[in-house]
């Protein structure tokens, strides 16, 4: 099945006095390019973030977001820092011996200096964080994924229904090839008669012209190749596996055996057959260059 490299999901929880909020876009890209962008007390979850979105995307560029909550305050202790205080004291010890100066040290005005005392909060239990977190992350990538499935089967649609145009065209094509050998045969006999005039035309030479023109303008291969090209565009699509980088390689080829078939023909008809067939396939490039 077809998926689109774009995509949005969401999802939240509250529970035990938080929540989560969980939001991921993605857009087309080469490879997968994935950006977490999340708290720091959540930094130790990143690697299990990652591996739970890469088991379900495997390309385009991919942008987490995770907004935390904490509801309830978490347990915090007030810690001294002794040494500094030490340090405070004996530097305004100093300055009252120096300047001579009467006022008392207080305890306020210590506790007034920078991180002599200061809050350190608990630490978050990981395990605990992640089992909340895992929920609304696995809802998030799995409304993305049906997302980018939906979008999909749009895309899958529309280049089957190009693919279709094409054989058509190309059938065109071949049944137009055998007669080119032959209106080459009856101009070039018209514009020898109108040339020679009354002298007898070498038909073996007229023969041998049209024989060379008949090599050198077959595009019997071309048109089996493109129209098995045709073929391996529609089965591919319809693989379940991410079939991007493949479709745009058969495309490619197709693309190759149009020129071909174009350079070869050396025919209007035919010529401007092609010109739509090459048409047709760069909406097609446009359309696979937005599938993983």
């Known amino acids: 099945m077809i998926k689109s490299m774009t995509g949005f999901g969401r999802g939240s929880i509250e ?9 991921i876009k993605s857009v087309n890209h080469r490879y997968c390019d994935l950006n977490v962008k999340m708290p720091k007390s959540l930094m130790a979850l990143e690697d299990r973030i990652r591996k739970t979105v890469q088991e379900k995307v495997s390309r385009g560029k991919v942008d987490v977001f995770i907004i935390q909550n904490n509801y309830e305050k978490q347990g915090a202790k ?6 500094l205080a030490d340090s405070y004291v004996q530097c305004l010890n100093k300055i009252k011996d120096k300047y001579e100066i009467k006022d008392n040290i207080s305890i306020s005005l210590i506790t007034r200096f920078p991180d002599v005392i200061t809050l350190k909060q608990e630490d978050d239990d990981i395990e605990e964080m992640w089992k909340i977190l895992s929920n609304p992350l696995e809802e998030a990538v799995q409304m993305l994924v049906e997302m980018r499935e939906k979008e999909g089967v749009k895309l899958q649609n529309n280049i089957l229904s190009k693919c279709d145009y094409i054989k058509n065209l190309l059938d065109k094509i071949e ?13 070039l006999t018209e514009r020898l008669g109108e040339l020679l005039g009354d002298f007898q035309i070498d038909e073996s030479r007229v023969a041998m012209e049209v024989a060379m023109f008949a090599d050198k303008s077959c595009i019997d291969e071309e048109i089996v190749r493109l129209n098995s090209h045709i073929i391996q565009l529609k089965e591919t699509s319809g693989l379940n596996e991410p079939v991007g980088r493949k479709l745009d390689f058969i495309v490619q080829e197709m693309n190759r055996e149009a020129n071909t078939i174009a350079s070869k023909a050396n025919n209007l008809e035919i010529t401007n057959f092609v010109l739509n067939i090459k048409n047709e396939i760069e909406k097609i490039r446009e359309q696979i260059q937005n599938i993983e």
Request: aromatic fraction near 4%; glycine fraction near 4%.
């Open 15 to 23: 529970q035990n006095g938080r929540s989560f909020t969980v939001e």
């Open 175 to 187: 049944e137009k090839s055998p007669l080119v050998a032959k209106e080459h045969k009856a101009k």
């Open 78 to 83: 007030a810690v001294l820092d002794e040494k």
